[in-house]
C-alpha cells in the first residue's frame, strides 16, 4: 500500500490534496517508503494564515512558559530517539549510530532553547540626559521559515524552529523532499508536548514551495541550509523580497596534518570525517594536506579507509550508509572518473557491492593523491565518501591554500605543537575549526558559523546569534515629568 505522507498544518496531520507527489525511496533497496505531496498554492496559503493567527497569541506568552514547552519537548525527543533514528536511518540510509547522533545534536538545540530567556534580555542605562532613561527589548518577528537539507533530517530542522518558536515566533519547516518522514514525527511529538495548533506547520514539495514561501509577504524570516546555488539563489530572492536570510551553503573542508601530529589518531579522524555518513556531511573532510614528511602517512591511511565498507543501516559491520539517491551516485561517480584522469587514484570505491543489497546507491571509499589546486576534484563539493589528499611544504603554504578556497565551513589540524595549533587557529579563515578534532560542531550555546561561500547573511545558526536573528530589538528612552517642573521647546534633537 502507497502512503502518502501528510502535510502538517494547524497542529493537524492533513491530506494533501496535490496532485504532484514524489516517492521518497529506501537508498539501500530503492524500496518506496511514501509518496511525499508537493503542497498546493492554497494549503501554503491556509499554513501561513493559521501561522499568523497563532503568533497573535504566542507571542503573548511568557518566554517562560515557551522555555517549559521546549523542557517538556526535549523530554518527549529524548524518550523517542531510537524511533526518530529508526525512521531517519531509513529514509537518509544513514547508520542507525549515525541518526542517533544525528537526532541527539538536534536535541542538545532545543536545550538551549529552553534556556532562551536569558538571551532574549534587552538592556537598559540610566540617565541616558538627566532624568531620562533608555532601555530596549527583543521582540519576535512573526511567521518564519526554514527550507532544510537531506543530509540531517532530525538535527537541521531542529536549528531551526525550536530556536525560532522560544523567541516568540511561529515557523513553517520545508523539510527536504529525499527524506521528509523524519520532520513530520518531529512536528507529532511537538504537538504531544503541548504546542499551540499553528507554532509549527510542515509544507512538503520542492522549489516551487519555496518559491511560494520566499516571496510571501506574511513571511518575516527565511532560514536556509543546503548547497551553494541554491543558498545563493535563496539569499538572493528571500532578501530582494526584503526578508531576513540567513542560508548555510556547501564545502569543502581541509585537514592540515603536521609532521608531528600523532599519527593513529590523525589517520583515524581522517577516515572517519571522510568517509562517516558516505561523506554527506557538511562538515566532512574532503581534503587532507600533508605537511613535509607526513605525507609519507598517505599508504597507512589507504589501508585505514579501505577495510571500512558501507552497508544497511540496521546492520552493525556498516561503516556507513548508501548515497541518498541514484542521481547523487551518478554525479559522484563521474567526478571520480575525471579525478582518475587529474590525479593518482589510490582507493577507488565505483564499483562497490553490498552483499544483499543489489540496488543500494553504494560507493566505497575512494581516495586520491597528487591533487593539484587546478582539478575538478578539488574545486568541487564532491559529498560522497571521497578523500583527496595534497602534499606541501609548510604550515604557511596550508593555510594559504585554505584560505584562497572559495568555502569557509570548517578545517581542522593535527598537531602536538601549540605554537603551530595557535598560528592555525589564528590565521586560517574558516568559520569551524578543530585542533586535533576532525569534525568540530559547536555545541549549540555557540554559533555555527560559516565563512566565504559557505554562509551568505550575517547572523548565524544558534547560540545568541540565532536569538538576534529571530528577533528585533526595541529601544526605548523614557521621563516621567513632575508636575511642578518647568517647560521649554526644544528645538534640537538633543535630549536635554
Ligand atoms: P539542496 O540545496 O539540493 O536542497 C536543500 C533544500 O533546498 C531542499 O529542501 C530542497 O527541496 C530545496 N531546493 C532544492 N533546489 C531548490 C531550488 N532550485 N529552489 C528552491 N529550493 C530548492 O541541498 P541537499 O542536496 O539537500 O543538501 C546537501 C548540501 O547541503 C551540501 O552542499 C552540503 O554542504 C550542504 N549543507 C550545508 C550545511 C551548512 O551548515 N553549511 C549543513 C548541511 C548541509
Redesign the pocket.
Known sequence: MTIHLPLFINGELVKSSSSKNIEVLNPATQEILCHVPCATENEIEVSVQSALHAFEQWKETPPPERSRLMMRYQALLKEHQEELAEILSQENGKTLEDARGDVWRGIEVVEQAANITPLLMGETVENVARGIDAYSYTQALGVCTG??????PAM?PLWMFPMAIACGNTFIL?????DPMTANRLAELFSEAGAPPGLLQIIH???EQ??ALLVHPDIKAVS????????Q??YKTGTDNLKRVQA????KNHMVVMPDANKSKTIDGLVGSAVGAAG???MAISVAIFVGDSSEWINELKEKMAVVKPGPWDSESSGYGPIISHAAKERILDLIKIGREEATCLLDGSDCEVEGYPDGNWIGPTLFADVKTESTIYKT?I?GPVLICMSVDSIEEAIQLINDNPFG?GTSIFTSSGHSARKFRHEIQVGQVGINVPIPVPLPFFS?T?WKQ??YGDLH?YGKQAVRFYTETKTVTERWFDDEESSETNLTIDLK
Open positions: 527550507i532544510t537539507p537531506f543530509n540531517f537541521i520545508k523539510p527536504s523532499e529525499q514539495g520542492e522549489k519555496v518559491d536556509f541550509v543546503g548547497s551553494v546555488p541554491v543558498g539563489y535563496i548555510f551553503a556547501g564545502a554527506q556531511r557538511c563539493e559529498f565551513n555555527f560559516g559557505s554562509f545558526a
